[in-house]
């Protein structure tokens, strides 16, 4: 009797044991499932956050395209570069813009407060002058930074040579135009701090080409401790390389889900049924990122950088067909106004309200980005000049049309419009730079209206 006891007691031990590894085994299997949600939640907002500093850097630094297209237009004369910087200087975070021929530095605006910038020699020894020499050599833009300036600030800075074409076919080295940016200001745009909100800290850096360290760019650590559970990964745009680290401070067994599952363990079928929801939304989660990668989340509609890929495989087509394509450029007038007045989310919703009107109004086989903050880019193909025009001015009207409700105000906005014919013509560079210029001309000209671009190859 007593041995059958002990084999009772010994069998019922092991049946114990047995199920409890198994809950335990199934309970591990769900909270590595939530780490994994948790980490793709953090590509997730990696993803997002780079493509917002991306968008935001490249916007302020697309005002070096406008300054090369205006000393190629006028051969290299820059007498008039105070008036073009004037309008262009539009963003608190831009410090200042400048020429340099030859890669001295000639003209600065504003002058106050620049000073010591002037007769200051790219190709010379100093902070960011790398970067100048790279800008030549490579003949595209090329982000330096941060850095400290000769002014004493910490700044980024965006380098574009420019060339001048000689008869023959030869490019001659002009020199250099430069957007300079406040730092951090010129990051603000990103809204990082988002993300300790969301409880993450963040750390963003690079490794500095100047002494090969690592040089912390951004970060909401305090400390230097040694931290595991984070996601890490590298951000490119332009020249740069940033590593972007997500991190989470916080140890498995804080989690209440953690003492949850303990004490649930038991439950097998409920444990089996969460892990497979775990699972469902870790795919959900995966096709997201997917989305993200490839759409702008205010608009929906395509993001910028979508936009220039597909946008370089659609101009191989029509130069192999040499049929007419074109770049549309259009930005919201006077946008800033309704931010003041009514505040970004009623800004977000005029956005949402432009990009559907516009959605409704293009063919479904033209490629419709958002470009950055307010400004949209178009690319149709198969089209002439007369047309692509018309399909501006319409859409153009569309938005001038529109009432849109804000608060309890109807609002209604209007647009500026530039077009510039892209393959066969210009590539892709040249072709957004034309329709950029010519969006500012339509701007200097009274807003609300449609420019084309008369460069039309360089």
Not at 58 to 70: E, P, V, W
Not at 99 to 114: I, K
Request: hydrophobic share 45%; glycine share 4%.
């Amino acid at each position: 009797m007593k041995q059958k006891t002990n084999q009772l007691f010994l069998r019922t031990i092991i049946i114990f044991f047995s199920a409890l590894i198994l809950c335990l085994t199934i309970s591990a299997l769900i909270l590595h499932n939530q780490v994994q949600i948790e980490h793709l939640q953090m590509e997730n907002l990696i993803v997002e956050k780079s493509i917002l500093i991306d968008d935001t850097i490249s916007k302020l630094f697309y005002r070096t395209q406008i300054l090369s297209s205006f000393i190629l237009q006028n051969k290299g004369d820059i007498s008039n570069f105070d008036e073009l910087a004037a309008i262009i200087v539009d963003d608190p975070a831009i410090l200042n813009i400048l020429v340099a021929p030859d890669g001295v530095v000639s003209n600065v605006f504003p002058l106050e407060g620049n000073e010591a910038v002037i007769g200051l020699d790219f190709f010379s020894d100093g902070s960011g002058n790398r970067e100048a020499v790279i800008a030549k050599e490579t003949e595209q833009l090329v982000l330096g930074g941060p850095f400290t300036a000769v002014q004493g600030e910490q700044i980024l800075v965006g380098r574009l040579p420019v060339f001048i074409d000689q008869p023959g076919g030869k490019k001659v080295f002009w020199g250099l135009v430069s957007v300079t940016l406040r730092y951090p200001d010129a990051l603000e745009g990103a809204h990082l701090i988002e993300l300790q909100t969301l409880g993450y800290e963040y750390e963003v850096w690079r490794i500095n080409p100047d002494d090969g360290e690592k040089q912390i760019i951004a970060s909401s650590r305090k400390d230097s401790e040694l931290i595991s559970n984070y996601v890490e990964r590298k951000i490119s745009f332009l020249n740069a390389e940033w590593y972007f680290k997500i991190i989470v401070d916080r140890p498995l067994y804080k989690l209440t889900e953690f003492w949850v599952l303990i004490i649930v363990s038991i439950m097998i079928s409920f444990l089996v049924a969460a892990v497979a929801q775990n699972n469902q939304e870790l795919r959900k989660l995966k096709n997201k990122l997917e989305a993200l990668s490839n759409s702008d989340p205010l608009t929906e509609i395509y993001n910028r950088r979508y936009f220039m890929q597909a946008v370089e495989n659609q101009m191989i087509r029509v130069t192999r067909m040499n049929s007419e394509s074109f770049i549309i450029i259009f930005d919201l007038d006077n946008f800033k106004n309704i931010n003041d007045k009514y505040g970004h989310q009623s800004g977000d919703i005029v956005l949402q309200e432009v990009a559907a009107r516009t959605v409704s109004v293009l063919r479904p086989y033209d490629i419709f980005a958002r470009y950055g903050g307010e400004e949209f880019i178009i690319f149709v193909a198969d089209i002439n000049q007369e047309s692509v025009v018309f399909l501006a001015e319409r859409i153009r009207k569309s938005i001038a049309n529109m009432e849109i409700k804000v608060l309890n105000a109807n609002i209604t906005i209007t647009a500026s419009f530039g077009i510039a014919a892209a393959a066969p013509v210009n590539d892709l560079t040249n072709a957004i730079s034309f329709a950029d210029s010519a969006l500012y001309i339509a701007k200097q000209e009274g807003r609300n209206r449609v420019h084309f671009s008369i460069v039309t190859q360089l």
